[in-house]
């Protein structure tokens, strides 16, 4: 009798746990933009520009342009990569 409690305890903590890695992979294979209500959502994503120079990301509103390469700031511009 014994036997039979241990046996149905395991069985529920391994179906517990089991339901609370699925339930935690699916919210991780989900990204954002792909769940209900993101579209609608005003989503604030930049484009991103890498620095010719140093190869930084940044913001592309704030990249300095110069001969049509991006640079990250107005010291990075026309240096030679590095
Ligand atoms: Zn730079």
Redesign the pocket.
Known sequence: MRLLFWIAFIALVVFAVRNKLRAMSKRAAVPPQARPGAAKAPVQIEAMAQ?D??G?YFPASESVRADGHD???PG?VRLPPP
């Open positions: 620095c120079h140093c930084m640079y990250c700031s990075h």
